[in-house]
């Protein structure tokens, strides 16, 4: 059974960073493109950033210079290293590995 856990999230200010993380568990995690969404209120999900199983990674504009994914492999985890985080940040963040969904972490910025 494939199992997604997100941890990290948390409230911070403006301006402020934040490191999610994504522990894999019942799945050849290194063979797969990691992907992150959220979902703010009220709105749809949407794609946030990608890496592939070589380390290609791909950003949202709006999080393109910002935010930095990567992953280790020997440790099955992903991570999502949020910086000069701002208002629009806040969502419900989702890791995604194959058709497998984490249950989301909460993100909340603000002063």
């Known amino acids: 059974q494939v199992q997604l856990v997100e941890s990290g999230g948390g409230l911070v200010q403006p301006g402020g960073s934040l490191t999610l993380s994504c522990a894999a568990s019942?799945?050849?995690?290194?063979?797969?493109?990691m992907l992150w969404y959220r979902q703010a209120p009220g709105k749809q999900r949407e794609w946030v950033a990608s890496?592939?199983?070589?380390?290609?990674?791909n950003y949202a504009d709006s999080v393109e210079g910002r935010f930095t994914i990567s992953r280790d492999n020997a440790k099955s985890t992903g991570y999502l290293q949020m910086n000069n985080m701002q208002l629009d940040d806040t969502a419900v963040y989702y890791c995604?590995?194959?058709?497998?969904w984490g249950q989301g972490t909460q993100v909340t910025v603000s002063s």
């Open positions: 995604k590995l194959y058709d497998n």
């Open positions: 019942g799945i050849i995690f290194s063979q797969w493109t």
């Open positions: 890496i592939t199983r070589l380390g290609v990674t």
